[in-house]
């Protein structure tokens, strides 16, 4: 099994920056992709942003695309999710997702392990 712990949301106003991590723990491989998903309520579950095994190949979806950067730490296990120039819109819970594969793409369905996710709340 794989744990998955986010962090870093919160409060910010329109136009700010925050930068979530989450860190893997448990039967871990660099060998996956991970990538970060978003829901609001009453919505289904949406692609934000995905990262390869390497880090060489990443896809955004293109609502936050030139505002929002992924990246990935193997030797900490980790991933991070920088989002820059934040709208009301973005305004959602955000879960980081693991697939078993070195490219899980952008569809939930390929993403086996998932977080508790964490609040980001931008207001106007």
């Known amino acids: 099994q794989v744990q998955l712990v986010e962090s870093g949301g919160g409060l910010v106003q329109a136009g700010g920056s925050l930068r979530l991590s989450c860190a893997a723990s448990g039967r871990t491989s660099n060998n996956k992709s991970m990538g970060w998903f978003r829901q609001t309520p009453g919505k289904e579950r949406e692609f934000v942003a995905a990262?390869?095994?390497?880090?060489?190949?990443?896809a955004y979806a293109n609502s936050v695309k030139g505002r929002f950067t992924i990246t990935r730490d193997n030797t900490k296990n980790a991933i991070y999710l920088q989002m820059n120039s934040l709208k009301f819109e973005d305004t959602a819970v955000y879960y980081c997702?693991?697939?078993?594969?070195?490219?899980?793409?952008?569809?939930?369905?390929?993403?086996?392990?998932w977080g508790q996710g964490t609040q980001v709340t931008v207001s106007s």
């Open positions: 990262i390869d095994w390497s880090g060489g190949t990443t």
């Open positions: 997702a693991g697939a078993n594969a070195p490219w899980g793409g952008t569809s939930t369905a390929a993403y086996a392990y």
